[in-house]
């Protein structure tokens, strides 16, 4: 399964951007996709992840601000971000996972920065 990212950019605090991962896959049964993001010296962390059973679960840090949809035929996942704030700053990857538990993430696209500046 290959995933592509596309979106990524800069933005000013409060702002907006919305990321794109395109899946070679049409089935999203059994299926669980999320984005994960990692600033430079920090771990890498979820944002959040939309399972096969169609249920969507965020970040603490991002809920109200960051919303998770999906498109199926061939599979899209999105994220829109709004009120963005400095510390969004990091590389978004997109993962899937071959489980509707979500795990292991074996699919990672390349990554799309995200800069949000004050």
């Known amino acids: 399964i290959q995933l592509v990212e596309s979106g990524g950019g800069s933005a000013q605090a409060g702002g907006s951007l919305r990321l794109s991962c395109a899946a070679s896959?049409?089935?999203?049964?059994?299926?669980?996709m999320a984005w994960f993001r990692q600033a430079p010296g920090k771990e890498r962390e979820l944002v959040g992840q939309?399972?096969?059973?169609?249920?969507?679960t965020y970040a603490e840090s991002v809920k109200g601000r960051f919303t998770i949809s999906q498109d199926n035929g061939p599979i899209t996942l999105y994220l829109q971000m709004i009120d963005l704030k400095p510390e969004d700053t990091a590389m978004y990857y997109c993962?899937?996972?071959?489980?509707?538990?979500?795990?292991?993430?074996?699919?990672w696209g390349q990554g799309t920065q995200v800069t949000v500046s004050s």
């Open positions: 939309f399972d096969g059973d169609g249920r969507i």
């Open positions: 993962a899937a996972s071959p489980n509707s538990w979500c795990a292991p993430w074996n699919y």
């Open positions: 896959r049409y089935d999203y049964r059994g299926f669980c």
